[in-house]
């Protein structure tokens, strides 16, 4: 069985400073890993995936997040953040195929102080 | 933006009514989902389909059924709304390679509330 655990329900930085998410993965096949935002009151967005090419991953809006299978982990950053990134952001696993299906973390809300 | 729209986007509803929640996409993308968000858990999956007629089972399922009689719409049923069906539901859907892992697509989401 596949999973994703997202460390820290809650993340305060202030504007300008770095952004670190941290999702940690189980998974017995080679995975594919996603991170989604979800601005208030709107659907989910694809920020970037991991599909085992390159292990470092940049997105949209600045992010970047690195698959590492020695840590079974893929933490989102960014340099700097920015008021307008705060959101909740969800760290997602699959294992691929055509009726394989994403399995959520329970999301980590990002607030972003001025 | 992909076209997804969700009816209605608000419901409230009595414990032990029937509610029919609707997705509808004008993608003619082969896969849709049914999610539903609740504080603490992230997002589950209900049910899915992968084409007309055909559908499965999500995490979640007990208590939901789907139907999709076109491409373009895929309807979420709750045959006896309960209190623990509070919640906030998205529709996805997926590219037509039907590679979920491709990229989903979501919609904006119902809130549904069972008194």
């Known amino acids: 069985a596949q999973s994703v655990t997202q460390l820290g329900s809650h993340v305060s930085v202030s504007e300008g400073a770095l952004v670190l998410l941290r999702c940690n993965y189980s998974s017995s096949v080679p995975p594919y890993l996603f991170w989604y935002v979800q601005y208030p009151n709107q659907g989910l967005q694809l920020l970037l995936k991991?599909?085992?090419?390159?292990?470092l991953v940049k997105g949209i809006n600045g992010f970047e997040a690195e698959f590492k299978k020695s840590e079974t982990s893929f933490h989102l950053t960014k340099p700097s953040a920015h008021m307008s990134d705060a959101a909740e952001y969800f760290c997602?696993?699959?294992?691929?195929?055509?009726?394989?299906?994403?399995?959520f973390g329970k999301g980590t809300k990002l607030s972003v102080k001025p | 933006d992909a076209g997804i729209t969700q009816s209605p986007r608000h419901k409230v509803t009595e414990t032990g009514t029937p509610v029919t929640l609707r997705c509808h996409q004008t993608?003619?993308?082969?896969?849709m989902y049914w999610y539903r968000q609740d504080p603490g858990h992230g997002l589950r999956l209900i049910h899915y389909?992968?084409?007309?007629?055909?559908?499965d089972k999500g995490e979640v399922s007990d208590g939901y059924s789907v139907s999709r009689s076109k491409t373009e719409d895929f309807l979420l049923t709750l045959e006896s709304a309960t209190s623990s069906q509070t919640s906030v539901y998205f529709c996805a859907i997926s590219e037509e390679s039907g590679a979920i892992w491709e990229k989903l697509f979501f919609g904006s989401g119902t809130q549904l509330s069972v008194l």
């Open positions: 389909s992968y084409g007309v007629k055909d559908t």
């Open positions: 997602a696993i699959s294992s691929g195929g055509s009726q394989g299906n994403l399995i």
């Open positions: 991991y599909t085992s090419a390159a292990t």
């Open positions: 993608e003619n993308h082969r896969y």
